[in-house]
Each structure stands twice: as C-alpha cells, then as structure tokens.
C-alpha cells in the first residue's frame, strides 16, 4: 500500500470533521434567503462520488499513479488546496455558511487569502480535488470537475448576491480581485 493511500483519506476526514465542528459557530442563515438555493446540484455531487465510490471507480485501480514524484506532488497540491481552505475558513470567521447562502448581518471580508481571491474556500477545495487525483488516481478528475463546475457556478451566484448587499464595496473589490486563480481567473 502507498503512504498517499492512507495520509490522503484521514486529512479529507479531518478536514471535513474540522469543518462540521466550525459550522456550528457560523452565523444565522437569513430567514428569508433560499436557503435551498443549488441544493439540486448539492445532491447530484453528492450522488455522483458515492456511486463512484461504491463501484470501486475512485479507489486506486487502472488509473492510479506509480510514480513516486507525482505521488509527491499531488499530496502536495492536496496539502496546499486543504490549507488555503482552512486559512480562508479561519479569516472568513462566522459569515462562513453554505455555499450560496445570505447570512444575518453580513460582513465583507477582504483579509487573508481574499485579498488574492475572492472565494479562496473553493479555490482550496478544487486544489485538494486535483491533488487528490494527482496522488491517488486520475478517475478523482470526474469529480473535480463536477466539483469545480459547481463552485463557479456558486461563486458566480455569490457574486451577484455580494453586489447586491455590498452595493458600494463590492464591485471595486470584485474588479480588483480574480474570483479563483490569483490574478487570472
């Protein structure tokens, strides 16, 4: 067994277990925001990686990488991806919630990794999806993509909602700052 068999497995669950903890300090979901907002796409990802999971499509197989260096270099983009979430997590503080979801007063948040991208949560999130696939198996870019294409779809919505209760921060914020890839996209 390679060690990214086991390392990449426990720090997702860690990740997650972190993240569940600190969503119980996040502020209230506004009563009137759609707080069922994309929760169709929700479940199709969802779907999507436990039936990949549960046909052994995602587990090492055919498309699982031998090579010790881009073994390497996809734990390391895993570790980076993980990490930029984290930090954007701890900077974004309570106003962190679902994707696509309006907080009770909400707040603007700058600091940190938003200084380089306006949804640096996601950013991460991709990044340890490609990792991921890097390290583990090349069958993980399925749900990358999956991935992907849904939080630029949220981060697409969330900018239009942030211009809207942000009317006059948001905008030079948004010109001056890349939604993914620092100073690209």
């Known amino acids: 067994m390679r060690v990214v068999d086991t390392v ?5 669950i860690v990740f997650w277990l972190y993240w569940l903890a600190a969503a119980a300090g996040a502020k209230r979901v506004r009563s009137d925001s ?3 907002s994309g929760v169709g796409i929700r479940v199709v990802v969802i779907l999507l990686v436990l039936l990949l999971l549960r046909t052994n499509v995602l587990r090492r197989a055919s498309g699982a990488s031998n090579d010790p260096l881009l073994q390497g270099v996809g734990l390391a983009i895993f570790v980076l991806g993980l990490s930029t979430a984290v930090w954007a997590r701890v900077y974004l503080g309570r106003n962190w919630g679902t994707p696509m979801s309006e907080k009770v007063d909400p707040e603007l948040v700058t600091t940190g990794p ?4 306006r949804h640096p949560i996601y ?4 990044l ?3 990792g991921t696939a890097l390290a583990l198996s090349v069958y993980w870019l399925v749900a990358a993509a999956v991935l992907g294409a849904y939080l630029v779809y949220s ?3 969330e900018d239009r909602m942030m ?3 942000f009317p006059a921060a948001y905008p030079a914020y948004q010109r001056s700052t890349k939604m993914l890839i ?3 996209l």
Do not use: C, E, H, Q
């Open 155 to 157: 981060a697409t919505v």
């Open 8 to 12: 990449i497995p426990a720090l997702w």
């Open 182 to 184: 620092p100073f690209l």
């Open 128 to 130: 340890a999806m490609v």
């Open 163 to 165: 211009a809207r209760l």
């Open 114 to 117: 938003y200084r380089y991208v």
């Open 123 to 126: 950013t991460g999130l991709i």
């Open 34 to 36: 759609s707080r069922y």
